[in-house]
């Protein structure tokens, strides 16, 4: 019996093409916003948020982490949650978090 999988159709060098423009589009916006001066206030955010969408635009696209099975991609979300918090583990133990 043969399995039935779900695979999405991959993207084609013009879906290469658009996600690159939006890239750069949200690369540009970070630039943009970091030279406002009405921005002091919210610009780390905006930054954290703009690179996060581009982090996740990055992984999807050009990993390929939307076309692959639901193990590899709970896999990958294992490792983006355990790596900070095994980060703050070690910092916390050499006392970096806790200051003086």
Do not use: C, Q, S
Request: aromatic fraction near 12%; avoid cysteine; glycine fraction near 8%.
């Amino acid at each position: 019996m043969a399995e039935a999988t779900h695979h999405r159709p991959h993207p084609t060098p013009k879906d290469y093409w658009k996600i690159a423009v939006v890239l750069a589009v949200i690369t540009a916006a970070e630039i943009w916003a970091t030279y406002l001066p009405g921005l002091d206030a919210v610009v780390a955010p905006l930054l954290l948020t703009m690179g996060a969408a581009k982090f996740f635009i990055v992984v999807g696209w050009y990993m390929h982490l939307r076309y692959e099975e639901r193990l590899m991609k709970n896999l990958f979300l294992i490792g983006l949650v355990a790596a900070p918090v095994l980060f703050g583990a070690v910092l916390f133990t050499f006392g970096v978090l806790i200051g003086d």
